[in-house]
């Protein structure tokens, strides 16, 4: 049979490895594994969003209110936006299929850091666009604005803080590199780890509100799947002037957003206190991650999120990522993305002290 060429040529985005998978394969019983891969929240939801979530299991039957007015006002009260400055999403990564769609079409291109975010270029790809990127372990706005003015890309995307590597471009840095973007490219600007930014160190903070009053051709994009808690539920939002929301609304499929993940995004907003209790612990619990990683002479990327990437040396990060996995620890192995690194999900304390105890010993006896 044939295909669309685009898609012959298309990789598939490698989530971090699910509990079941591990049972099966390695023959782990489910509560001995510990997950550190896919920066969820170790503390799970607030429970006044789970509660909330059984007490609406009766409306599974019903399509859901498309308008998603409860929620949309919530969000537009939170920052300080209109209404129609905002779009949700079956998560962020919807919006980001979205925005590719909207603005890819013969002969595209989009602009990323060189390790960032896999699912731009997946969606990038997938609308036959050419993926180019600056390089560096971090963005490096400078090359990225040289690259800008050379290819003239039709999306240019900047994740603050990035994706797997945890670091965060300070927010005048981000607004002087976008004033010099002109207003007909897309400026994508992903705040999925915001919260923990935020929290961490003012000048990390972005004001969603701020950024699109003064820029017209920026999107941002939130998530509940993170400091939430709600990766689950599969939902996300954009922010931007009507003008692109517009257009992205024509590329939404109606109902893209269930009942339940929309009541337990509601509440989730509601419960301050448990997203101040995540990130507080999230990194006091980083501490022992970089007390560890110095004992042990590993190299760390300062970051602003719910994870740390430990850079190796002497070790080979496959074959560490699989060491672990074999002993029920699932971590991000980022050789795919040309580092010799892996990405650990900050857990609960005693998820932490097992990765600790037997990382040592895998560390102790060789990597085997
Ligand atoms: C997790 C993540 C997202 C979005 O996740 P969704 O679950 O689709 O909302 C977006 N960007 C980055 C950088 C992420 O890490």
Same mark, same amino acid.
């Given at each position: 049979?044939?295909?669309?060429?685009?898609?012959?040529?298309?990789?598939?985005?490698?989530?971090?490895?699910?509990?079941?998978?591990v049972?099966?394969?390695?023959?782990?019983?489910?509560?001995?594994?510990?997950?550190?891969?896919?920066?969820?929240?170790?503390?799970? @939801?607030s429970?006044?969003?789970a509660?909330?979530?059984?007490?609406?299991?009766?409306?599974?039957f019903?399509?859901?209110?498309?308008?998603?007015?409860?929620?949309?006002?919530?969000?537009?009260?939170?920052?300080?936006?209109?209404?129609?400055?905002?779009?949700?999403?079956?998560?962020?990564?919807?919006?980001?299929?979205?925005?590719?769609?909207?603005?890819?079409?013969?002969?595209?291109?989009?602009?990323?850091?060189e390790?960032?975010?896999?699912?731009?270029?997946?969606?990038?790809?997938? @609308?036959?666009?050419?993926?180019?990127?600056?390089?560096?372990?971090?963005?490096?706005?400078?090359?990225?604005?040289?690259?800008?003015?050379?290819?003239?890309?039709?999306?240019?995307?900047?994740?603050?803080?990035?994706?797997?590597?945890?670091?965060?471009? =300070?927010?005048?840095?981000?607004?002087?590199?976008?004033?010099?973007i002109?207003?007909?490219?897309?400026?994508?600007?992903?705040?999925?780890y915001? +919260?923990?930014?935020?929290?961490?160190?003012?000048?990390?903070?972005?004001?969603?509100?701020?950024?699109? +009053?003064?820029?017209?051709h920026?999107?941002?994009?939130?998530?509940?799947?993170?400091?939430?808690?709600?990766?689950?539920?599969?939902?996300?939002?954009?922010?931007?002037?009507?003008?692109i929301?517009? *257009?992205?609304?024509?590329?939404?499929?109606?109902?893209n957003?269930?009942?339940?993940?929309?009541?337990?995004?509601?509440?989730?907003?509601?419960?301050?206190?448990?997203?101040?209790?995540? &990130?507080?612990? @999230?990194?006091?619990?980083? +501490?022992?991650?970089?007390?560890?990683?110095?004992?042990?002479?590993?190299?760390?990327?300062?970051?602003?999120?719910?994870?740390?990437?430990?850079?190796?040396?002497?070790? =080979?990060?496959?074959?560490?990522?699989?060491?672990?996995?074999?002993?029920?620890?699932?971590?991000? =192995? &980022?050789?795919?993305?040309?580092?010799?690194?892996?990405?650990?999900?900050?857990?609960?304390?005693?998820?932490? *002290?097992?990765?600790?105890?037997?990382?040592?010993?895998?560390?102790?006896?060789?990597?085997?």
């Amino acid at each position: 049979m044939k295909f669309n060429p685009v898609i012959e040529h298309l990789k598939t985005y490698e989530p971090g490895k699910p509990i079941e998978l591990v049972v099966r394969e390695f023959g782990i019983e489910p509560d001995q594994i510990v997950k550190l891969a896919s920066n969820e929240n170790p503390h799970g @939801c607030s429970p006044k969003a789970a509660e909330a979530v059984r007490k609406s299991a009766h409306l599974m039957f019903r399509y859901p209110d498309d308008t998603m007015m409860a929620l949309k006002s919530k969000l537009s009260e939170r920052f300080g936006i209109d209404e129609k400055e905002l779009i949700v999403g079956a998560g962020s990564d919807q919006i980001i299929e979205f925005a590719c769609h909207a603005k890819l079409y013969g002969g595209a291109k989009i602009l990323q850091s060189e390790i960032t975010f896999a699912m731009y270029q997946i969606y990038a790809a997938q @609308c036959g666009a050419t993926v180019i990127k600056a390089p560096g372990v971090a963005h490096d706005l400078e090359a990225m604005y040289e690259l800008y003015q050379k290819e003239e890309p039709e999306i240019i995307f900047v994740c603050a803080p990035n994706n797997p590597t945890g670091d965060c471009l =300070d927010r005048v840095d981000i607004e002087n590199f976008i004033e010099k973007i002109d207003h007909d490219t897309l400026v994508v600007v992903d705040g999925a780890y915001q +919260e923990y930014a935020a929290y961490k160190d003012p000048r990390k903070a972005l004001d969603p509100a701020a950024l699109i +009053e003064k820029f017209p051709h920026v999107l941002y994009l939130g998530t509940f799947s993170k400091a939430y808690g709600l990766g689950g539920m599969r939902i996300g939002y954009g922010i931007a002037r009507q003008e692109i929301v517009r *257009s992205l609304y024509k590329l939404r499929p109606p109902f893209n957003v269930t009942t339940l993940s929309l009541v337990a995004a509601e509440e989730a907003l509601e419960d301050e206190a448990f997203v101040q209790m995540t &990130l507080r612990d @999230c990194f006091e619990q980083m +501490e022992r991650y970089r007390d560890f990683a110095r004992k042990h002479d590993i190299e760390v990327i300062e970051s602003y999120t719910n994870f740390i990437t430990f850079l190796l040396r002497d070790i =080979d990060s496959t074959r560490l990522a699989e060491a672990l996995l074999r002993r029920g620890i699932i971590v991000r =192995d &980022l050789k795919g993305y040309g580092l010799n690194a892996i990405r650990i999900t900050i857990g609960k304390s005693e998820e932490n *002290s097992r990765f600790f105890e037997t990382t040592e010993e895998i560390l102790n006896n060789g990597v085997k």
